[in-house]
């Protein structure tokens, strides 16, 4: 197969083009960057913001499926399948688990009960279009530069699957982690571990609380199947671990592969410093299930957790945060908590 993708360089990008090479499809990617003139890729120099522009480019090499990593809005979605139509036959859409209702729900942007679980593909999506206020999006594009103004996953997908023309996928992702992570998601543990904690303090609501975590090339894996079988086309899927580890679960699992001989300390939220607590609804659990990928698509992970893990551990000791919000390492309130609770 011809594959274009889009903002295909990235934490997910480059461990999905690695598989698509290794299994023998032709890829060319749409990006800011240089093309590695070593490689066997074809590239495409460009913003994703200016599409039209390589329109003449894009119909050269051809591609029988676009993937768009990088769509935040669905003015984007129209744009990425205004250059598919009458060139590729489908498009390959990354969306995010926080297209559900019970992200609302946690996050307090909507009202009701809470959603039932699992989650699955048919599960309630989020009616308000805003999940993130203007802070935390300005915060995420500090990390994610393809992130706008508009984010709202929720009309990306409905952008790419609405087309008369061009067939759609779409891959709701979990948090996912690993090398590359520019959330730098195990930092806050590794720091405490490094730092001589002796004991690492959760919230009770947080150390209960279940959200869906993945390991980048196994998220890039199930991209890949998703990519390269046709039945995918029209279909939505969930990827995931599972089962959906509790907060306290990871992080007892990512502390076992350093060697740290310390506690962690569950006290009750209204104990807890308050650089410490949940922000969020805890009681909405995020538990989502993968079982139609598996069973579609065949999809298995082919990295283990506790392999994927020791192999983020040993990135993050090797690449430290360029910044780093130190008011979320209050060690003195923490002490006073332990000392409180004793």
């Not at 290794?22 to 890729?41: M, Q, W």
């Not at 990135?315 to 409180?340: H, I, K, M």
Request: hydrophobic share 40%; aromatic share 6%; with cysteine.
């Amino acid at each position: 197969m011809r594959i274009l993708l889009i903002g295909g360089n990235g934490f997910i990008g480059a461990p999905l083009t690695r598989e698509l090479l290794a299994c023998g499809h032709e890829v060319s990617i749409l990006h800011r960057g240089h093309g590695d003139s070593a490689t066997n890729l074809r590239h495409i120099q460009g913003d994703r913001n200016h599409l039209p522009s390589y329109r003449e480019a894009v119909q050269a090499f051809s591609p029988d499926v676009i993937v768009d990593l990088i769509l935040s809005s669905g003015g984007q979605a129209r744009e990425s399948m205004d250059l598919a139509r009458g060139i590729a036959r489908r498009m390959v859409a990354l969306s995010s688990q926080d297209a559900y209702r019970a992200w609302g729900i946690l996050k307090g942007t909507e009202a009701g009960a809470l959603e039932p679980l699992p989650i699955t593909e048919d599960s309630s999506l989020r009616s308000a279009p805003k999940l993130y206020p203007a802070e935390a999006i300005r915060a995420m594009q500090g990390i994610l530069g393809w992130v706008n103004e508009e984010y709202d996953k929720v009309a990306v997908e409905q952008t790419v699957m609405n087309s008369p023309d061009v067939a759609g996928t779409i891959l709701r992702l979990p948090m996912i982690y690993g090398p590359g992570d520019r959330f730098h998601r195990f930092f806050p543990l590794l720091k405490r571990v490094a730092d001589g904690r002796r004991s690492i303090l959760l919230a009770d609501d947080l150390a209960a609380w279940r959200a869906p975590r993945g390991y980048v090339d196994n998220v890039a894996h199930a991209i890949a199947l998703a990519i390269i079988h046709e039945k995918a086309a029209g279909r939505i899927y969930n990827v995931c671990e599972e089962p959906c580890a509790s907060e306290l679960e990871w992080e007892k699992r990512i502390a076992s592969q350093t060697n740290w001989a310390g506690e962690f300390v569950v006290l009750p939220a209204s104990q807890t410093p308050r650089h410490l607590r949940f922000a969020g609804n805890p009681r909405q659990h995020i538990v989502v299930s993968s079982e139609k990928i598996r069973k579609e698509l065949g999809y298995t992970e082919g990295i283990d957790t506790d392999e994927a893990i020791r192999r983020t551990i040993s990135w993050e000791e090797r690449n430290s945060p360029a910044q780093v919000d130190l008011g979320q390492f209050d060690y003195a309130a923490e002490d006073q908590a332990l000392t409180g609770a004793a």
